[in-house]
């Protein structure tokens, strides 16, 4: 359903509230998954990942993240 929300021109974010998913706004992280606190953000290596093979402003496609979790990601800033 998510992705036939976006081939009908939904933005991410209208397209994951049109399916009841949840949102989540991640703090600024590094590759490693780390946040400017020096913890380790409790997230899967795979949003660090993709997180980070795309460019500002960029949006992932599905991802999955393994036990039955998926999700889509939008980076809206990079910081070097």
Do not use: H, K, N, W
């Not at 660090?48 to 496609?61: I, V, W």
Request: a negative charge; zero cysteines.
């Amino acid at each position: 359903d998510y992705e036939r929300a976006r081939q009908s021109g939904q933005t991410l974010t209208q397209a994951a509230q049109s399916v009841g998913a949840r949102i989540v706004q991640l703090p600024a992280f590094t590759a490693e998954g780390v946040v400017q606190s020096g913890q380790r953000l409790g997230a899967p290596e795979q949003v660090f990942d993709t997180a980070f093979a795309l460019p500002q402003g960029g949006e992932s496609e599905v991802v999955e993240a393994g036990q039955g979790q998926y999700f889509a990601l939008r980076v809206d800033a990079v910081t070097p």
